[in-house]
């Protein structure tokens, strides 16, 4: 699904380059939910930026579905992610003006759907994410909770192989962040979606089924699990 | 990514930044207002002049002589060139009209109720048909009278008043001006003392000649001219025009009639120059103002240039509004673009998306430019007709509003390139890390 090798990257700082991921080599497989746990600074956002083709690493390679995605020039990367990349937000970034149901949608626009279509596929996404009565409405009349889950519902409308979710609970009370867990969780088991989810609370992270655990750019453990635990 | 859904998310757009929206609208409203008023001025100004055209110079009229025309009558060649089998000819030609003959007899001077003198050029014409050449009559109408004559309007003005001359010759107080003894005078109805001198060799006056002749009607002021323009012209009926030619036989024996000219009404000018051509085959010599019309048309392109580019002109100006808008618009929505291009949309469809935006811009723009340009005419024509006392209205030509519009829309997605090229080079990674 998702094979990471020898990937690093750095950037110039006043003359000096600066190493933000270092010999990272990473596998995620099909079905799989994968935590980067990490402290502020690690490099885990980076590494998620990387892995979802937004930005372009120094070194190594990145596949995904058997495609290099590093040498891929912007309009590749965009059909790319548009087919194969689905990306969930720390603060959802839903379009304030769009309802809900057009948020949803509106990654199928970018593929040329028909309105019909899409409609009834962002309905169907929404009414699985517990949303179904809120078609109409605008994020701004949403709780964090609920936008967050227009999000988790926007990330999988395209069908990909994979999920990146940038703190998805950063932003979220305690419970609401156990119950966004427990949406990824029971997406994954009944869809088969894989996700990676950078994450820098613990207890969002040992509810994955790995843990990977990221220092200084650095790779330093990773940690299986059978199962999801009950945070 | 389907034109709809491009149309749908630009709309969405403009309606959000309505202010903004009305603003840039409003300078392109302008700008294609002022192409549409520059294009319709230039449309009516053409109009008016060809019609001014065809009242003067007849566009639709070809004169046709004899081939060495000007010779006399008695001369051979009229008989032989202008032959009545080919009158029938042409008359039946396509896009004829009709086809009558015109022949200028003398120039005779004129006396009437015994205190003013003028002078008319005495046209032989068939006084019933004068109606079909587009004379149009002011006061009367044609008489089957021997003796009656139709003049032109321009024939009342510009008469010698002999009594006040007299007065002057007297010593009377007539006045600081040589010009009030030229004066316009009421003609219709009177009865003119038409005054033919002959002379002999040496010019030596030998006779006069007197023909009283009763004015049946006065043709009607030429459109857009003031009443002394114009030649001082009178019709009269054939056997008037054989007996004023016998007498003119006593003297000298030089003054003759022209030669007769056959004059074709064609249905339209721009018919003229094939019916020319056809004419020609027949050994005539003819004659029309076809050639006017190229070199006026040639004059008014010129006058529509100046008037459209001062009207894209404004249009560049307006531009500069949308470019600086859009631009704003892709700093305002930076955040918005980088969550598309995670989302999957491409550079071009960042780009099309503010293209399809400004376009509707454009056309908004061009709606409320061709709405203005109405609200301009019409204020133009109220001013033309209450203070210039012009009939000649403004008018603006169906085929100019999708000119304006396409100008409007042509200023909407030139003026969007920039800020939409501006916007597909988003990052979308420090964009969406921006706030």
């Known amino acids: ?231 | 990514m389907r034109l709809q859904d491009y149309i749908s998310l630009g709309w969405d757009q403009l309606k959000r930044r309505m202010v903004v929206t009305l603003l840039c609208a409003m300078g392109i409203a302008i700008g294609s207002a002022a192409i549409i008023v520059a294009l319709a001025f230039g449309e009516s100004i053409t109009h008016y002049a060809k019609v001014q055209m065809n009242s003067f110079l007849k566009m639709d009229e070809i004169h046709v002589s004899a081939n060495g025309g000007g010779r006399s009558v008695e001369g051979s060649s009229v008989q032989e060139g202008l032959t009545a089998p080919k009158i029938e000819l042409i008359r039946k030609l396509p896009h004829v009209r009709s086809a009558a003959l015109f022949r200028t007899i003398d120039y005779l001077s004129f006396k009437v109720d015994d205190t003013k003198q003028g002078g008319l050029r005495l046209v032989q014409a068939d006084l019933d048909k004068l109606a079909e050449y587009g004379f149009e009559f002011g006061q009367g109408s044609p008489s089957a009278q021997d003796n009656a004559i139709v003049i032109t309007y321009a024939a009342t003005f510009d008469l010698f008043d002999t009594r006040l001359a007299q007065l002057q010759a007297q010593g009377g107080d007539v006045g600081d001006s040589r010009d009030r003894l030229r004066v316009s005078y009421p003609l219709y109805q009177k009865r003119l003392i038409l005054t033919q001198t002959i002379a002999d060799a040496n010019g030596i006056v030998q006779k006069t000649n007197e023909y009283p002749v009763r004015v049946v009607a006065v043709l009607k002021k030429p459109e857009g001219t003031v009443g002394y323009e114009g030649e001082s012209i009178g019709y009269i009926s054939e056997g008037l025009a054989e007996r004023i030619m016998e007498g003119a036989k006593a003297g000298r024996d030089g003054r003759t009639a022209q030669e007769p000219e056959l004059v074709i009404k064609v249905d339209q000018p721009s018919n003229v120059a094939g019916v020319e051509s056809l004419i020609r085959k027949l050994n005539l010599q003819t004659q029309s103002n076809i050639h006017y019309e190229k070199e006026t048309n040639d004059q008014f392109r010129i006058i529509r240039f100046i008037f459209g580019g001062a009207g894209a002109f404004i249009l560049f100006v307006a531009s500069i509004s949308i470019v600086v808008a859009m631009t704003m618009s892709t700093y305002q929505r930076r955040r918005q673009i980088g969550i598309m291009k995670v989302l999957g949309a491409n550079l071009k469809q960042i780009r099309n998306m503010f293209i399809v935006e400004s376009a509707l811009l454009g056309v908004v723009g061009g709606l409320a430019g061709i709405l203005f340009s109405y609200w301009v005419i019409w204020a133009i024509n109220i001013v033309l007709q209450r203070f210039a006392e012009s009939d000649e209205i403004l008018f603006i030509s169906l085929w100019i509003l999708p000119v304006g519009l396409l100008f409007a829309l042509l200023t909407g997605v030139a003026s969007g390139i920039y800020p939409a090229v501006k916007a597909s080079r988003t990052d979308a990674l420090t964009a969406i890390k921006r706030d």
């Open chain 1, 1 to 231: 699904m998702l094979v990471i090798e020898q990937l690093s990257h750095s950037f110039l700082n006043g003359g000096e380059r600066t190493s933000v991921l270092d010999g990272i080599d990473l596998r995620v497989e099909k079905r799989e939910v994968v935590a980067l746990l990490g402290s502020s600074g690690s490099g885990k956002s980076t590494l998620l930026n990387l892995m979802a083709g937004l930005m372009k690493p120094t070194e190594g390679s990145i596949r995904i579905d058997g495609e290099s995605i590093e040498r891929m020039n912007e309009n590749r990367l965009a059909e790319f992610r548009r087919r194969h990349i689905g990306f969930i937000f720390q603060s959802y970034e839903l379009i304030p003006h769009l309802s809900v149901l057009e948020n949803v949608a509106l990654p199928l626009v970018f593929q040329g759907m028909k309105p019909k279509e899409r409609k009834e596929k962002a309905e169907r996404l929404l009414t699985l994410v517990g949303l179904g009565e809120k078609l109409s409405m605008f994020p701004s009349q949403l709780s964090g909770g609920q936008q967050q889950r227009v999000s988790i519902a926007r990330s999988l409308v395209t069908e990909p192989s994979i999920v990146f979710a940038d703190e998805p609970t950063g932003n979220l009370d305690t419970k609401t962040e156990k119950d966004i867990i427990d949406l990824l969780l029971t997406l994954n088991r009944e869809l088969g979606i894989t996700f990676v989810i950078v994450t820098h609370e613990h207890e969002v992270a040992l509810r994955a089924h790995r843990i990977i655990r990221l220092r200084d750019g650095r790779l330093v453990s990773q940690e299986e699990y059978e199962g999801e635990e009950d945070g």
